[in-house]
């Protein structure tokens, strides 16, 4: 599975950017789907994310903010940011937890190199 996120950028604050998240491979089933972010010196940390029986997570500092949506003709995933603070500052990451069948079933993880985003104050 090959994910590759883009759309990342400089943004003053108030400001808006839109991640794209494409994907391609084959696998059973998709667990979940969705946007993490990691700024300098933090642990890496959800955004927001389509689970089980597309139930939406969002972090409680982006709802209301914050959209995530997808397109599955175009094996896509999108994160709409509004109102962007620089606390949202940081490298964002798109990642796919799947079910993958070998010689057995198996979860798995799987993620893009992160796109940059800035937030200036």
């Known amino acids: 599975v090959q994910v590759v996120e883009s759309g990342g950028g400089l943004v003053q604050a108030g400001g808006s950017l839109r991640l794209s998240c494409a994907f391609s491979?084959?696998?059973?089933?998709?667990?979940?789907i969705g946007w993490f972010r990691q700024a300098p010196g933090a642990q890496r940390e959800l955004v927001a994310r389509f689970g089980r029986a597309g139930k939406i997570d969002y972090a409680d500092s982006v709802k209301g903010r914050f959209t995530i949506s997808r397109d599955n003709g175009k094996n896509t995933v999108y994160l709409q940011m509004n109102s962007l603070k620089p606390e949202d500052t940081a490298v964002y990451y798109c990642?796919?937890?799947?079910?993958?069948?070998?010689?057995?079933?198996?979860?798995?993880?799987?993620w893009g190199q992160g796109t940059q985003v800035t937030v200036s104050s």
């Open positions: 491979g084959t696998v059973a089933s998709i667990n979940a």
């Open positions: 990642n796919i937890n799947a079910v993958v069948i070998t010689t057995s079933a198996y979860e798995a993880d799987y």
